[in-house]
């Protein structure tokens, strides 16, 4: 089993639909958790970090369930420029290790 | 406002040729970390580094030598370059990696070998 696992889509969603992705963790030792936006051929940019009470920024929501090891992130009123791949990423164990582990990502497209 | 910068972006290389990345970071950071980017299989870590002159080994470290002589600096180097070597390379930095999270990528280097 990956250590991350997300769908890898893609998902095809309308302008100002709502989609949600989730990522699966493994190890329960996990200590922190992000969202990640990589637009094609570029480099990977942070999109948002995932507490434990859940946060919002903006039309993005991110959760985490740390009894089921998902997180997931909830784009609402999608727009195009919303296009890309999703990377969740995990830090797995102490804070201090310097090993975060990108999920394969998830791709959305946002058609007009 | 250079933030991270590999060299080079592109190469292509034949089987058993040697070759060396280069990553230079004007931010300070601690860490640094080489990943490879391959479609289907994400972005996986192949070796990393909590300060100068320290190395550590991630994911898919086999193949590969890093160095971090100096702390702006990481070099990725293949001895024997493998065709299933192809792939996107992506370096990174960071300050305190586990609390912020936030790595700073580098516009990644793609490299091909026949």
């Known amino acids: 089993r990956k250590e991350v696992e997300q769908d890898p889509g893609p998902f095809n969603v309308p302008e100002g639909a709502t989609v949600a992705f989730n990522c699966t963790y493994s190890n329960s030792a996990s200590q922190s958790f992000f969202w990640y936006r990589q637009d094609c051929r570029k480099e990977p940019k942070l999109l948002m970090s995932v507490y434990s009470s859940g946060n919002e920024d903006g039309r993005f929501t991110a959760q985490l369930n740390r009894a089921s090891q998902y997180i997931s992130l909830l784009i609402r009123d999608s727009k195009l420029s919303d296009s890309a791949t999703y990377l969740c990423?995990?830090?797995?164990?102490?804070?201090?290790?310097?090993?975060?582990?990108f999920g394969q990502g998830t791709t959305l497209q946002v058609k007009p | 406002n250079a933030g991270v910068t590999q060299t080079p972006k592109f190469r292509v290389l034949k089987t058993g040729q040697s070759m060396t990345l280069l990553c230079a970071q004007d931010?300070?950071?601690?860490?640094m970390y080489w990943y490879r980017q391959d479609p289907g299989m994400g972005l996986r870590l192949i070796h990393y580094?909590?300060?100068?002159?320290?190395?550590a080994k991630g994911e898919v470290p086999d193949g590969y030598n890093v160095s971090r002589l100096k702390k702006q600096n990481f070099l990725l180097g293949l001895e024997s370059a493998a065709p299933s070597q192809t792939s996107v390379y992506f370096c990174?930095?960071?300050?305190?990696?586990?609390?912020?999270?936030?790595?700073?990528f580098g516009e990644g280097s793609r490299l091909t070998v026949l």
């Open positions: 990174a930095s960071s300050t305190l990696a586990g609390i912020t999270g936030e790595l700073f």
């Open positions: 931010m300070n950071h601690e860490y």
């Open positions: 580094s909590v300060g100068e002159g320290t190395t």
């Open positions: 990423v995990v830090n797995l164990g102490s804070s201090n290790t310097g090993k975060l582990i």
